[in-house]
């Protein structure tokens, strides 16, 4: 799955504390998520759709 990741919005969690070890997140067009590591921008991020996502979530 290729997405553009270019225009979106990250943001971490307003519980990590502004610490560097964390994830940030993106909604997506498409109702897609996304999640990369904070500490590596421009690294890769995993891309879930919008069930893949609430399974994620609902399993943490």
């Known amino acids: 799955m290729s997405v ?7 943001f971490k969690s307003s519980r990590s ?3 560097e070890d964390c ?3 993106a909604f997506l ?3 897609m998520v ?3 590591d904070s500490k590596n ?3 890769p991020a995993l891309i879930f759709d919008a069930a893949d996502w609430d399974a994620f979530i ?3």
């Open 34 to 36: 996304g999640i990369r």
């Open 23 to 25: 994830l940030e997140a």
């Open 29 to 31: 067009p498409g109702d």
């Open 41 to 43: 921008p421009t690294g």
């Open 4 to 10: 553009d990741l270019s225009g979106a919005h990250w």
């Open 17 to 19: 504390g502004g610490k």
């Open 58 to 60: 609902a399993s943490i």
